[in-house]
């Protein structure tokens, strides 16, 4: 079966970086886009980033010039690279894949920006 586990999470001050990662497993992940959600305390879930099987990307305009997605195939693991972090950047952030309509996602791991 599908599963999608997040990890990384943690407490970084305003400036700093954390990089989150996501293993797949239960399906073939070079053939699949990959994305990032995030969702904050009392607001929808909102879209972060985004991967294609090709390496193509895309970016929530507010996290553009700070966050790096990427992909390592050979370890079925897709990353996203923060940097410059902000308070508004905490949230649970959630891997996602669309697999023929049918979203998947992990169970999401915390990250709070405080100094």
């Known amino acids: 079966q599908v599963q999608l586990v997040e990890s990384g999470g943690g407490l970084v001050q305003p400036g700093g970086s954390l990089r989150l990662s996501c293993a797949a497993s239960g399906f073939t992940f070079s053939r699949y886009a990959m994305r990032w959600y995030r969702q904050a305390p009392g607001k929808e879930r909102e879209f972060v980033a985004v991967?294609?099987?090709?390496?193509?990307?895309d970016y929530a305009d507010s996290v553009k010039d700070r966050f790096t997605i990427s992909r390592d195939n050979a370890k079925n693991t897709m990353y996203l690279q923060m940097n410059r972090l902000k308070p508004e950047d905490a949230a649970v952030y959630y891997c996602?894949?669309?697999?023929?309509?049918?979203?998947?996602w992990g169970q999401g791991t915390q990250v709070t920006v405080s100094s």
């Open positions: 991967i294609t099987f090709s390496r193509i990307t």
């Open positions: 996602n894949v669309d697999m023929s309509g049918t979203d998947y």
